[in-house]
T-cell receptor, first 112, second 112 residues
Framework: DSGVTQTPKHLITATGQRVTLRCSPR?????VYWYQQSLDQGLQFLIQ???????AKGNILERFSAQQFPDLHSELNLSSLELGDSALYFC???????????FGQGTRLTVV | GENVEQHPSTLSVQEGDSAVIKCTYS??????FPWYKQELGKRPQLIID?????GEKKDQRIAVTLNKTAKHFSLHITETQPEDSAVYFC???????????FGRGTSLIVHP
């Protein structure tokens, strides 16, 4: 157990819908990252939050947004879903700087 | 931003053989290089990491080497076992930014 909790584990939804993925980081970790992993694809960085503030953006679509709350949990919102958004979405957390990132179990999103 | 290239994409070996996975990075400011192992359907987990002030690090059957001048680093697994079969990701973290950029992954298959 990495200490990072993601909910839900699985999500099936229809095209055009909106979903929210939730992540609780490891206790004490201030930094939260979101990654998307599609079939046969690597880990695509989406966005990073540090202590409640957006720190960096990667290849995140405008239909996607995220936030980190005062208790440091984070949510990734995906809207106007398309079939191509089907993927495994990982949240990871780390302490500060160049330290190990701990990954959650991921949320498998299937858009039908 | 940082760009990490990883080769090969697939590596098939016989049990007991050695396996080598190579990565290159583009940002000379990168100073932290972790390696993650992802078993099928599971989350990525750190197996070893190296920092820019070290040229080599070893942990039992796995070792990582870093050549900062050439901007490349490698993972070496000796005496491979079937349980080593997984996807391995390298990553690089640039100084001043806390985002690990991942390679596309190497699927290692160890045949008994």
């Amino acid at each position: 157990d990495s200490g990072v909790t993601q909910t839900p584990k699985h999500l099936i939804t229809a095209t055009g819908q909106r979903v929210t993925l939730r992540c609780s980081p490891r206790s004490g970790d201030l930094s939260v990252y979101w990654y998307q992993q599609s079939l046969d694809q690597g880990l695509q960085f989406l966005i990073q939050y540090y202590n409640g503030e957006e720190r960096a953006k990667g290849n995140i679509l405008e239909r996607f947004s995220a936030q980190q709350f005062p208790d440091l949990h984070s949510e990734l919102n995906l809207s106007s879903l398309e079939l191509g958004d089907s993927a495994l979405y990982f949240c990871a957390s780390s302490d500060i700087g160049d330290t190990e990132a701990f990954f959650g179990q991921g949320t498998r999103l299937t858009v039908v | 931003g940082e760009n990490v290239e990883q080769h090969p994409s697939t590596l098939s070996v016989q049990e007991g053989d050695s396996a080598v996975i190579k990565c290159t990075y583009s940002d000379s400011a990168s100073n932290y290089f972790p390696w993650y192992k992802q078993e099928l359907g599971k989350r990525p987990q750190l197996i070893i990491d190296i920092r820019s002030n070290v040229g080599e690090k070893k942990d039992q059957r796995i070792a990582v080497t870093l050549n900062k001048t050439a901007k490349h680093f490698s993972l070496h697994i000796t005496e491979t076992q079937p349980e080593d079969s997984a996807v391995y990701f390298c990553a690089a973290s640039p100084g001043g930014s806390y985002i690990p950029t991942f390679g596309r992954g190497t699927s290692l298959i160890v045949h008994p």
